[in-house]
């Protein structure tokens, strides 16, 4: 492994950070929040760092699959780091393990919080909380789309530029041409969703946050009692729609932007999320009338805007589900482990992994009753090589491997059983509010420093599709 | 699928089922508990309707995979239903629901119960209980060790006959002989258990009970407290003893019967069986040191015995571990999704899958960083078939797919998330007890009726590693 070469690279990304860090200042300026110098500040020194590492370092340019994923992980660990001097230098943020926690939390768009008093931090802190989110989102959806199959993970080579359709007008292949292709569609859906929230009388300030948490499928929100505050049906809409649109893989909506709008109901990805979204809101919709709800149309707006948000791990709250009936609650604890679909910027294993998990038991059940049979398990139409299922079943063992390992050591912080669990899943599957003492109305404040390390790597476990982390525990990852 | 043939079939059984009846006739002649006349009735109904069965059936004797998939679901389903004519013609058990639930936990070597007050019980009712687990762990080594294996079912291939060792001295391939020779192991295991119970003081029959639920890692008592009330040192570690080899492939108990005990640790399921059982023992050890027992050997004693009891999924009880620290009881959790050895009569997704999964997850990560390299992943010295892998993946991906559905209807009878869940792991590992509010203090009996079907449904398909029951919901199964 080049980690020579790895260090330059974390330069140009320090240096890129460093740039991010200017965008909060004109809100500051705007709000006089006092924050401005601390955002000078913190990206003067990620500018200068990264300028070394990137000028200072002479290497060669051979770049393999180790230094892939080697730059992947310390690139998310660095800005997890470097991303949260604004919070600590500002003093929003005191102690350096929490501050970690929340930028990492942003940066994996999982949002997770151990802030117990949102509102009255500056504003420019908050758009830059909220913006980790966004540019992490970035992140993934090039990850997911162009990266990781490129490297040959978990499976995503099956969502590489997948095209729906006729294969000729594939996505262009390159990872640069693809990166801006798919951010373009990201923008794009973040500006339609802002001008939508503006329309329903919020600020533009409060407006770009929120569509920031949103298309991240993030849920980092300015408000304490996050997108409850607000008590809107048409804002509560607007946001169970985007959700749902940040959780679909993004190479749909490109096509769809390209006037390809059945391709959606040709992915059978797409169709089955959906199919799960609408089932899951209305038998919660049913279980919640009359014993929660007495109106039907509060009840469908905070059922499916609770759904969505769970199974985009969004993390978004308008209503405590833990005082919903128990069968509601199950639902959504089961949604937690799905999570958004392949390509999307949304966590958990994914609607995809999920269908193959099935589909390949389906198979195996078939198999017992026609031996000589032999039938290949699809995803649409494309067939699924061999190779890929094995590696997303290596994927689902380690999902649950890692599962049970963080929970022990969740529980031996001091967590009840649920609470463990529940921090476990919130932070792995990149969802943000958990269970019992760390689920909706409650934060992350009162887990110990260990607790909170064990979750931030979930948190970068999860969000990087767990391979990408833990190919670096073996030894010969590191040999020259 | 020849139903005619598999309904022949039924009549043998059935037969022999009528001659088990038998057995606790002396038993009930001895305490004059007056339910002799019960299991005269019951016997004749079994052996009148086996032998229409049988011999009023003329049928080809083609017998294909189906026909041994539908015999073995069919087979467990008739004894659970006429298995209970005992506890239902005595009045032992008035509500046919409830009969068939306990007769199918001990069938399939369970151990949950619907009973609130055991002891008032007439004596050769509670021998018939337990006499079920008995005959229940005698069809599940032959079924694990010989019927499974060629049917294809779960990965079993690989412990067809496993020997460690030489392959010259295989077990003898046929059903028939191989049954015998297992057989005879479990009798012996029996026999010795019941002579070292009966030296620490309790009666022939309690030791007999107590030995046929232990070898059967099955766990009915004859004891409401279950092994507590016996409040004895000796008793726990002889009963901890056992527990243990039941979890063992019987297999190697037999090669060790004919001098090769090394093969014990040339085995690596057994291995890792035994490191997990240490293991676990020394974790709670040090937790309830100090806060749940003072004396040393107290603790051992109990920790040892409920790690051994839940990891086998035999389900007895000498301590209420819901009072252990949250620590120790998330470790008997997690235990209870392993259970034991395949080969062995406990439940689970079985200690060698586990172990399979677990190198299968590690292959995968290695193959990322060595692409070209060409290694197969292996449980001792034997390379495991792509195909066999791929099998043992579907069983997880099953496993956790019915028990995510299976809880989602315990909790739509109104149990609460943990009980739900706790209920469902319970039968569906074979293990007994629960958790909440079916946990080791308490019991079945305040299920639902829908409750219950749903887990005697599970104990089934638990029992008969999914696998076996779920093919027969495929159409064409039942095609000629």
Redesign the interface.
Same mark, same amino acid.
Not at 363 to 366: A, D, G, S, T, V
Not at 368 to 371: A, E, R, Y
Not at 393 to 398: P, V
């Given at each position: 492994m080049n980690i020579i070469l790895t260090l330059k690279i974390m330069g140009a990304l320090l240096l890129f950070l460093g740039a991010a860090m200017l965008l909060p200042i004109p809100f500051s300026l705007y709000f006089d929040d006092g924050a401005a110098g601390t955002f000078t500040i913190s990206a003067l020194i990620c500018a200068t760092l990264g300028a070394a590492l990137w000028k200072g370092i002479r290497s060669s340019t051979e770049f393999g /699959?180790?230094e892939g &994923?080697a730059v992947v992980t310390f690139g998310w660990s660095f800005y997890a780091v470097f991303g949260s001097l604004p919070f600590l230098l500002s003093g929003a943020i005191p102690a350096p393990i929490d501050a970690i926690f929340e930028t990492m939390s942003g940066f994996t768009t999982t949002g997770s919080t151990i802030l117990t008093e949102i509102e009255s931090l500056p504003e420019s802190i908050l758009l830059w909380r909220a913006l980790t989110q966004w540019l992490g989102g970035m992140g993934i959806i090039v990850l997911s789309l162009a990266i990781l199959p490129m490297?040959?993970?978990g499976g995503m080579q099956l969502f590489r530029a997948e095209a729906p359709g006729p294969t000729a007008d594939r996505l262009k292949p390159r990872i640069q041409d693809t990166a801006k292709l798919l951010w373009g569609v990201y923008v794009l859906l973040t500006a339609a969703e802002t001008v939508l929230l503006m329309l329903g009388g919020i600020s533009f300030y409060d407006a770009l946050c929120h569509s920031f948490a949103t298309l991240a499928t993030g849920g980092f929100s300015t408000k304490n009692a996050s997108v409850a505050s607000f008590d809107s049906a048409y804002i509560d809409w607007v946001i169970t729609f985007f959700m749902f649109a940040a959780g679909v893989n993004f190479s749909l909506h490109y096509y769809a932007l390209r006037g390809r709008i059945k391709d959606y109901f040709r992915n059978e990805e797409f169709l089955f999320y959906l199919a799960l979204t609408f089932g899951v809101t209305a038998i919660i919709c049913v279980l919640n009338q009359g014993t929660v709800y007495s109106s039907f149309w509060d009840n469908l707006r905070y059922s499916a805007f609770q759904t969505s948000s769970i199974l985009t791990t969004t993390g978004f709250g308008t209503a405590d589900y833990e005082g919903w009936p128990? =069968?509601a609650?199950?639902?959504l604890?089961?949604l937690m482990f799905i999570g958004g679909c392949a390509g999307s910027t949304g966590g958990g294993i994914k609607v995809a992994r999920i269908l193959l998990?099935?589909k390949?038991?389906h198979?195996?059940?078939?198999k017992?009753?026609?031996?000589r049979a032999i039938r290949l398990v699809k995803l649409g139409n494309t067939p699924v090589d061999?190779d890929v299922?094995?590696?997303i079943?290596?994927? &689902?063992?380690?999902f649950?491997?890692v599962f049970?390992i963080a929970?022990?050591l969740m529980?031996?912080t001091?967590?009840?059983? =649920?609470s463990?669990s529940g921090a476990v899943i919130a932070t792995l599957g990149n969802i943000g509010p958990g269970l019992g003492s760390v689920g909706p109305v409650d934060n992350f404040a009162h887990v110990t420093d260990f607790g909170k390390s064990v979750l931030i790597v979930c948190m970068l476990m999860g969000r990087l599709e767990l391979?990408t982390v833990?190919?670096l525990i073996?030894p /010969?990852?590191w040999r020259k």
């Open positions: /699959t180790r &994923f490297l040959g993970v128990v =069968l609650q199950y639902l604890v089961f998990l099935f390949h038991a198979h195996q059940l078939f017992l009753i026609h031996p061999r299922m094995q590696s079943l290596g994927f &689902f063992a380690l649950m491997g049970v929970s022990f529980a031996s001091g967590l009840d059983l =649920l463990a391979f833990l190919v073996f /010969t990852f």
